[in-house]
């Protein structure tokens, strides 16, 4: 008798194991060989085995680096403000676009395109448009009488400029779903807010909104894990600089691999990148849920009573 | 002083006429059913006088003031919609609130309000719950109590228990009649049960393809019907209508049609005398059949019981006549057998005639 108790409750295990145990190889290999590689002091073209182990030296190193300390604030800058500005203007952009307007589903694919332009060509193609000489910005800006601005080349207008372009390419994303929650909110529950006396600014800041709330925290989410991770747009048109005022953490990763050959330092710079996305998501993550939880109790007291 | 008018309301979404130049005066605190099939456009017109859909042409007035260019929240309107519309992020006394919230009303009147009202509808114990947490038939009240909190001069309800269960809503509609005569104010209200429009409505206004049929009290929708379609609408089960001929035999006015012949009441006579011959609907309802041997007038019908329907108080009856299936209602403790032919009579005052062509009543 128990044997067979026992493979009846061990069947679905067993049927999941193949795949389980792939998955968990493929994600967990190369985060544990990463952080094994992060505790040597490995170089670009030497063998693993011949590697020193260095302990904790390059988090050391890493943390009392100046260049570090710039090269986060620089992320943590160009992630906040790419992430609030895109959800505001997507956002936005959604709740103004949401009527049916004539012409509109073609508009719509227009503004989606950005988002399907490969990143190394979306560099490219904002590397020549800041371009101080032919861009498009400065000769504007000389036609109507402006002095020209140093949008790439000054360590003041470099971030500015390369947040512009992400913003550029990634709004749309926003906005696409917002527009698709927008559409999805229910009907009635609108109609309801009008004869209830909601002006169309109450409707979207009572009703639309937060009715909006759990997708709105997802895409902001999916947004602020990319932007942390942004890296060929920057490379492409400003490779860090001037000085290091555009080297996102990033473009520091792949410096010190590939001009360094600091395979080891390089490692360690990854993992901290990836406490501090993990660090941010589970922040949003345990805010949402303790929100959950919070009403799950409010509504056991209820029940109570 | 704020009985709506509907003046000529035409709705067309494109070519097609929704509402065709609708005419209705509800009075001042009357309860007003629209009743139709679905897709007859009482819906529609329960939205413009709210003002969720807007009028192609003609004017609507709400206490003598034309609204058709107002916004709803201008129209001193409360609505109740079918599927209770509540903000599903928001407590039950956050929802019943809202409007008054944003009409910046002193927290402790909002208060006082929500109290009222939760404590009349029994839903006290729910304030601080949210829509997700709610059976439907407390959703309904809440949705009720929303509207209530709000003290406007006209409710207006779309199918409000349309989504529920029989029993609830019977419940419901027997609250819904208490809280209307507990109440001063014009109410509108949407359905397409026959049921709820009989029960509930000071005036029925029956509506089929976008046009009124028929407006006034359920006794005189039900015996005085203007047209076919109201007398079908109206009642359940629904009348049965027979092709027949008019004609007359020794003087006396006869309809008849595949397999009966029925004399017709003098007075019916005298109001159609120049259409013998004529071909006509002949429509009498289930009720209409009576288990007891004719006495003075009345016709006796041997008809055959095809099947037979117990519903508690009454059964209702499968037959035939003329080929064609009728229905017949009798009292349920009747004994009735399959295939059994009995015997009914049926009263010529109870016959109803309709043009053939036009459907009206004759």
């Known amino acids: ?305 | 002083m704020s009985e709506i008018i509907l003046e000529n309301v035409v709705k067309r979404y494109g070519n097609v006429a929704v509402i065709d130049g609708l005419n209705l005066t509800m009075e001042d605190n009357e309860f007003t059913v629209l009743v139709g099939p679905s897709g007859c456009g009482k819906s529609t017109t329960l939205r413009m006088i709210a003002g969720l859909e807007t009028v192609t042409s003609g004017e609507i007035y709400i206490g003598g003031k034309p609204v058709s260019h107002l916004e709803p929240k201008d129209r001193d309107i409360a609505m109740v919609f079918q599927d209770y519309a509540l903000y599903p992020h928001m407590n039950v006394a956050k929802n019943m609130s809202f409007a008054l919230r944003l009409a910046r009303q002193s927290k402790t009147e909002i208060d006082k309000r929500v109290k009222k009202v939760a404590e009349m509808l029994g839903i006290e114990p729910l304030l601080a719950r949210k829509p997700a947490q709610l059976s439907g038939g407390q959703r309904q009240r809440v949705a009720m109590g929303r509207a209530l909190v709000r003290d406007s001069g006209t409710f207006l309800f779309d199918e409000p228990l349309s989504n529920l269960d029989a029993k609830l809503r019977a419940q419901m509609r027997a609250e819904l009649a208490l809280m209307r005569q507990r109440l001063e104010k014009n109410m509108v209200y949407v359905t397409h049960d026959q049921v709820e429009a009989m029960t509930l409505g000071d005036r029925i206004v029956v509506m089929h393809q976008g046009i009124i049929q028929q407006q006034g009290t359920a006794e005189e929708l039900y015996k005085k019907p203007v047209n076919k379609f109201v007398a079908g609408f109206l009642g359940s089960p629904p009348m049965n209508f027979f092709d027949g001929i008019l004609g007359e035999s020794e003087g006396q006015l006869m309809v008849s049609g595949d397999g009966f012949t029925l004399p017709l009441p003098d007075e019916v006579k005298a109001r159609i005398q120049a259409r013998s011959e004529k071909a006509v609907t002949v429509g009498i309802r289930p009720s209409a059949f009576l288990l007891s041997p004719a006495s003075g007038r009345q016709v006796q019908l041997e008809l055959p019981i095809i099947l037979s329907e117990y519903i508690g108080s009454q059964s209702v009856i499968v037959s035939n006549l003329g080929g064609q299936q009728i229905l017949i209602e009798v009292g349920s403790d009747t004994p009735l057998t399959a295939n059994e032919v009995l015997s009914f009579a049926i009263d010529p005052e109870s016959i109803y005639l309709f043009d053939a062509e036009a459907e009206v009543a004759l």
Request: aromatic share 14%; glycine share 4%.
């Open chain 1, 1 to 305: 008798m128990k044997p067979t108790r026992f493979l009846n409750r061990a069947t679905p295990y067993l049927f999941l194991a193949p795949a389980g145990i792939i998955l968990l190889f493929a994600l967990l290999y190369p985060i544990g060989y990463l952080t094994m590689a992060s505790f040597f002091d490995w170089r670009m073209g030497t063998p693993f085995a011949d590697a020193v182990f260095y302990g904790f030296k390059n988090y050391a190193w890493i943390l009392n680096d100046p260049n570090f300390h710039e090269s986060f604030m620089v992320t943590i800058t160009f992630a906040s403000t790419v992430v609030v500005l895109e959800m505001v203007i997507g956002v936005g952009l959604a709740l103004m676009l949401e009527r049916p307007i004539r012409g509109m589903s073609v508009f719509r694919t227009i503004f989606i395109l950005p988002m399907m332009i490969a990143p190394i060509v979306v560099g490219l193609v904002w590397r020549y448009m800041y371009n101080p000489q032919f861009g498009i910005f400065n000769k504007t800006l000389k036609k109507w009488g402006f002095e020209p601005i140093p949008w790439l080349s000054s360590p003041d207008w470099a971030l500015p400029s390369v947040i512009i372009a992400d913003i550029w390419q990634w709004t749309p994303f926003i906005f696409i779903l917002s527009l698709a929650a927008l559409q999805s909110l229910p009907r009635s529950s609108l109609e309801a807010a009008r004869i209830d006396g909601a002006s169309e600014w109450q409707q979207i800041i009572y009703i639309k909104i937060p009715l909006m709330m759990p997708v709105l925290v997802v895409a902001a989410l999916l947004r602020m894990i990319d932007a942390f991770k942004v890296l060929e747009v920057i490379f492409i048109m400003t490779n860090g600089g001037p000085g290091l005022s555009t080297e996102i953490m990033s473009l520091q990763i792949y410096k010190t691999a590939f001009v360094s050959w600091e395979l080891g330092r390089a490692a360690a710079l990854s993992n901290i990148l990836l406490v501090i996305v993990l660090v941010i998501t589970l922040t949003m993550f345990l805010y949402t849920k303790a929100r959950d939880a919070r009403m799950a109790r409010i509504q056991a007291a209820v029940e109570q009573y």
